[in-house]
């Protein structure tokens, strides 16, 4: 979970979001899960991140471990950008004749 400084949740995923299914574990096993953020730009300010571990399903499940506000980090931009993020967009001009 990504969150500004407010607290207002600007993104989340999982492995079950990704598409990614986690085979059965044993006890004592280990299991490392790593997440490559591509961040589109956002606004300059402070946001956290928190990560957690649940057992279930996507919309069914039980939470085993949550760090809330785990990561606290800055973003510093010479862009400017309206609202929270900016999307990729891409533009086509016509002229009539």
């Not at 979970?1 to 574990?25: F, K, V, Y």
């Not at 997440?35 to 956290?48: D, E, K, N, Q, V």
């Not at 010479?78 to 004749?97: F, H, P, T």
Request: hydrophobic fraction near 40%; glycine fraction near 6%.
């Amino acid at each position: 979970m990504i969150r500004d400084r407010l607290g207002i949740e600007i993104s989340a995923s999982n492995t079950s979001h990704a598409g990614q299914t986690l085979p059965p574990s044993r006890k004592g096993q280990i299991y490392t899960s790593d997440f490559l953020i591509r961040m589109p730009y956002i606004a300059a300010g402070s946001y956290t991140i928190s990560p957690a571990v649940a057992k279930g399903e996507l919309l069914k499940h039980d939470m085993c471990d949550w760090i809330d506000n785990a990561l606290i980090f800055s973003i510093h931009s010479e862009r400017i950008v309206y609202g929270m993020m900016m999307m990729q967009v891409d533009v086509k001009n016509y002229a009539s004749d």
